[in-house]
């Protein structure tokens, strides 16, 4: 026997809309060394329906919060600013992770529809309690990375500890893929106050595209620690030549030639080409070349392999794609092909027919020359 | 004389360089600019000559002088050099100004621009000559070619105006752009030269620093996403071609307000009537044909977001979730994930304004009993860290 479910659309009306869009302002909070710090974040309304909303802390946050409300009512486009408590609790120096919790009462929450989804947020809590001592975090960050312009490197420090500290500079090496030391730098020294922020900044100029590693030398006070971050310097892209054919004769197997370069700082491996092959707006032909690995900031030719067996002559498009790293750059190439020669966006490519014919007559002249002299002493 | 001066005035009118020149006319007036002292020797040239007070005109030569500089009027007021000072009103001998016993001073003034002189045995590249006299004290005057002492002089035209910084607008701590849209007023070179603006934000600590920024137009979009809920300070000015600049516009400051924004533009899907599995045949469905419609979610707000699922319920009488009966993925995904009853990753939106298809996929258990199944899913936004 079949069964059949059916699904009903019934009692509309009388669940509570459900939550399809809120925000909650600013994203995240960060508090260092708690003290009873009293913290806001404001919800936002942004649907035309009504929220009923609770908060939940969560994490190992949760036991510093202490919310002024677990729960709100918003009517369409409200703003509500909810304050909370960061307390000082007894527990290990460390950074604590979690937040609040913020979705749809589940009260309210009734499904009327087979699948249906409602949107939550969670508003992220860092907690750092200060370490004893002398203790900075840091983190590498840069800006608009571009080649041959100055790339900004920014070392962000923050004093996490329960010492000022008196003097913090970092030495700023920058490092090739090889390991190669193209830049260094000391910044210069700054104090930095328990809980202050500062950030040590240096200029370098690349040479090239590629990835860099950065390493951060911290010493403060007689404590050296390292940071160190990758960065990515412009993007990934192949400049692509001239297509070059080689012997031609229509009906053969033509050689289909196409330069390639890198301004990458790191191999490339497995770059290849595809050749479609257009008559009037129609792919004909399409045909894969080989694989090749390109040396960093290198070149590497190509080669795809065309069938003419069967054509007639003509014009064609050659739309030459290559494909890189997960990137792929194309380039078309317009040729009129006739018997014994073809020719490429104004370059004329000589069959090897015509090759043979001009290089016997080369050889008959010489010939006829020499018969000539040879004559001519005779007489 | 007279063809010198004028080659030199085109010259430096071609290459745009502000510059005051003088003249020894011919005549008690001048044919062009202003008159500063009548001049004449004993055969009445103006080389090896006495002086007298331009008003007096009865002295054959006259010191006249102009300025290239085309919004600017040069005058006779003393409050930018003197020349030369003169022994009386007529029949005078000329003494360098800084000697200061003769009693007439002979002055020369530009309205807007910044003039320098100074007297030397030859002027810069910069300078003109304007007269030259046979020695510092009790002195004959002639033309640049007559003596050693010359007198050289430069002009500098007067920067462009401070730029009026319009956006963001000062002290906005709410700005929700990332890319952020920075707005000044034009400046407008004194001589009409082509303008430039440098542009100086400062981040705040934890952000990245930003280089300045010369544009050519009056306003800038940052090219990097700029940090949040932290200050940023900004100025600009203006420069002119000669670089010579105005003073940094007074510092605005701004702040970017972080938010968390998400939005289903398609909250609820409908897999219809199906049949139930059995022993020899599985019965699935799936959103990935859009038939039926996977879910819709976007980011609206201005940070980078996680966002992570769960299922508030249960879908099916006879299997829990986190089994392969109810299951999800994002658009690009390959592999189908259990809908659980903890939050599971769903994806990140690395650039807002981004949208995502929440694909679902449903098989129906077999010995489910039939009747009405619904769930809610909740997927929750996070920052990413």
Redesign the interface.
């Known amino acids: 026997m ?7 659309i019934i009692a509309l009306i009388l669940a509570l809309p ?1 939550t ?9 909070t960060s508090v260092l060394d708690p003290d009873g710090n009293v913290q806001t974040l404001r919800i ?1 309304n ?1 649907q035309v329906e009504p929220l009923e909303l609770q908060l939940v802390p969560e994490g190992n946050v949760a036991q510093f919060i202490q919310l002024s409300q677990t729960e709100v009512s918003l009517r369409p486009g409200e703003r509500v600013d909810i304050p909370f408590v960061v307390r000082d609790i007894n527990v290990l120096p460390g950074t604590y992770t979690g ?1 609040i ?1 913020i ?2 009462k ?1 009260s309210s ?16 809590v860092e907690v750092v309690v200060p370490q004893q001592g002398k203790h900075v975090r840091a983190n590498v ?4 990375p571009a080649t041959n312009e ?1 790339v ?1 490197i ?1 070392v ?1 420090t ?1 004093n996490i500890g329960t010492e000022n500290i008196n003097s913090l500079n970092a030495r700023i090496d920058v490092r090739g893929p090889t390991n190669d030391l193209l830049f260094s730098e000391r910044t210069p020294s700054t104090p930095l106050s328990v809980g ?4 040590l ?1 240096t ?1 370098w100029v690349p040479q090239s595209p590629g990835t860099y590693l950065v390493e951060a030398v911290l010493q403060y006070d007689g404590i050296t620690r390292t940071v160190r971050e990758t960065i990515t310097i412009g993007s990934l892209e192949l400049r692509l030549g001239e297509l070059d054919v080689g012997p031609f004769s229509l009906g053969d197997i033509v050689r289909l030639d196409l330069p390639v370069s890198s301004d990458w700082n790191q191999p490339l491996p497995g770059v290849f080409g595809q050749v479609q092959v257009y008559q009037n707006g129609e792919v004909i032909d399409t045909i894969t070349t080989g694989a090749l690995q390109l040396p960093p900031r290198g070149d590497g030719t190509l080669s795809a392999f065309w069938n003419t067996a069967g054509l007639a002559p003509g014009q064609y498009v050659l739309e030459y794609t290559v494909f890189y790293g997960g990137e792929t750059n194309s380039k078309a190439f317009t040729v009129d092909a006739t018997i014994n020669a073809i020719a490429v966006d104004g370059q004329t490519g000589t069959s090897a027919y015509v090759s043979l014919v001009l290089g016997a007559l080369i050889i008959l002249a010489g010939l006829f020359f020499v018969a000539k002299r040879f004559i001519t002493r005779k007489k | 004389m007279v063809v010198l001066a004028l080659t030199a005035l085109a010259l430096l009118t071609a290459h745009s360089q502000a510059a005051i020149y003088c003249d020894f006319n011919a005549s008690t007036t001048c044919d062009a600019g202003l008159k500063f002292v009548g001049i004449e020797n004993d055969t009445g040239g103006f080389n090896n000559a006495h002086v007298q007070n331009y008003s007096l005109n009865t002295y054959a030569n006259s010191l006249c002088c102009s300025t290239n500089v085309t919004d600017d009027s040069i005058g006779r007021d003393c409050s930018d050099v003197v020349l030369f000072n003169m022994s009386s009103q007529d029949n005078a001998h000329v003494q360098n100004n800084s000697i200061g016993t003769y009693p007439v001073g002979v002055c020369l003034s530009l309205d807007n621009s910044n003039l320098s002189c100074r007297y030397d045995s030859s002027c810069g590249a910069s300078e003109t000559c304007l007269f030259s006299m046979s020695s510092e004290d009790n002195a004959h005057i002639g033309d640049c070619s007559e003596y050693s002492i010359l007198y050289c002089c430069s002009v500098s035209s007067g920067p462009p105006p401070v730029p009026t910084l319009l956006l963001p607008v000062d002290n906005n701590y709410s700005v929700q752009e990332r890319y952020v849209f920075f707005d000044w007023t034009d400046s407008i070179d004194p001589q009409g030269d082509p303008v430039h603006y440098t542009i100086n934000i400062t ?1 705040p ?7 300045a920024i010369n544009r050519s137009v009056s306003d800038y979009t940052s ?2 996403q700029l940090c ?2 932290a200050t940023y300070n900004w100025t600009v000015r203006a420069c002119d071609d000669g670089e010579l600049c105005s003073a940094w516009a007074p510092q605005a400051n701004f702040s970017i ?8 533009t398609t ?10 599995s059995t022993i020899d045949t599985t019965v699935e469905n799936d959103t990935l044909d859009n038939d039926p419609s996977p ?1 819709v ?1 976007e980011n ?2 201005n ?1 980078n ?1 996680d966002v992570e699922l769960y299922g ?2 249960q ?1 099916w009488t006879n299997q829990p979730l986190n089994t392969s009966y109810f299951q999800f993925r994002n658009e690009s995904a390959s592999v189908w994930s259990n809908v659980n009853t903890n939050y599971t990753n769903f994806t990140r939106f690395l650039n807002f304004s981004d949208s995502e298809e ?1 694909e ?1 996929r449903i098989e ?1 258990p077999i010995g ?1 009993p ?14 990413s860290s």
């Not at chain 2, 307000?257 to 289903?264: A, C, K, T, V």
């Open positions: 079949r069964h059949s479910y059916f699904f009903l459900l399809t869009a809120f925000g909650v302002s600013p994203a995240s936002i942004t937040g919790g979705s749809q589940p929450v009734q499904s009327t529809f087979f699948v249906q989804a409602v949107a939550a947020v969670l508003h992220k960050l840069t800006d608009t100055e900004l920014t962000a923050e202050s922020k500062a950030n900044v200029g | 981040a600590s934890g952000c990245a620093a930003i280089g090219t990097t949040t809920d307000e972080s938010l968390i924004l998400i939005n289903f909250n609820s899907t409908d897999f219809g009537t199906v049949e139930p879910l979610i609206v707000g940070v977001v508030l319920s879908l929440l679902l129906v489910e039939p009747g009405a199944k619904s769930i809610v899913l909740q997927a929750r936004a996070g920052a």
